[in-house]
């Protein structure tokens, strides 16, 4: 089993829906929490950050933390068709100089006019 | 501010042979990540240099190798090119490699293993 677990997809919603997004994990030690978005043919780029459990708000998106669950989500309200990409989460266990996420394999959204 | 760059974008090998692919960072930036992206096993870690030395290390074998020169470019090798390291390479760079910093990420190096 892997510590990190995403639903690959695809999801496929129409415009203006609102898009709920999720990852469990495994580590009861994780305590940093991102979401990345990946368009075709291009790197990550980080959306969201987190640190512990509660909410985080950035416009359309809402990123949550529940570490009882061992559970994230991410929430995209208004989709847009420009939101179509690979959703990526990744955690860590600590603020140290060890960069050693542990990634999900991603979601790919597909968002339809 | 120019983001992180990274050279050539696409790369056809075959086996047996060896490449060398680059990563420039956004200026300021000390930490370079290199990680491996195939469909399978999503994003893997492979190392990340910090002021010219590898301070942290994936699970890959010898052949995978790299470097972090004085202006914090990097670059990063493979030897003995197998048809399992056909992946896309993506280079990621933030201020000093702490998890509460972003990391940025380039568009990455498809390598192509014929």
């Known amino acids: 089993q892997k510590e990190v677990e995403q639903d690959p997809g695809p999801l496929s919603v129409p415009e203006g829906a609102i898009v709920s997004l999720n990852c469990t994990y495994s580590?009861?030690?994780?305590?940093?929490f991102m979401w990345y978005r990946q368009y075709s043919r291009k790197g990550p780029e980080l959306l969201m950050y987190t640190y512990s459990s509660g909410n985080k708000e950035d416009g359309r998106f809402t990123a949550q933390v529940d570490k009882s669950s061992k559970y994230i989500s991410l929430f995209i309200r208004d989709s847009q068709p420009s939101d179509s990409a690979t959703y990526l989460c990744?955690?860590?266990?600590?603020?140290?100089?060890?960069?050693?996420?542990?990634w999900g394999l991603g979601t790919s959204l597909a968002v339809n006019p | 501010k120019a983001g992180v760059t990274q050279t050539p974008r696409y790369l056809i090998k075959t086996r047996g042979q060896q490449v060398t692919l680059s990563c420039s960072p956004i200026?300021?930036?000390?930490?370079v990540s290199w990680y491996q992206q195939t469909p399978g096993q999503g994003l893997q870690f492979l190392f990340e240099y910090f002021s010219e030395t590898q301070r942290n290390k994936g699970n890959f074998p010898g052949r995978f190798s790299g470097r972090q020169f004085s202006n914090s470019r990097s670059e990063m090798n493979v030897s003995t090119l197998e048809l399992g390291d056909s992946a896309l390479y993506l280079c990621?760079?933030?201020?000093?490699?702490?998890?509460?910093?972003?990391?940025?990420f380039g568009d990455g190096t498809r390598l192509s293993i014929l």
């Open positions: 990621a760079s933030s201020l000093e490699g702490y998890s509460n910093q972003p990391q940025h």
């Open positions: 990744a955690m860590s266990p600590n603020a140290g100089n060890n960069r050693k996420l542990i």
């Open positions: 200026s300021g930036h000390r930490s």
């Open positions: 580590n009861s030690a994780f305590q940093y």
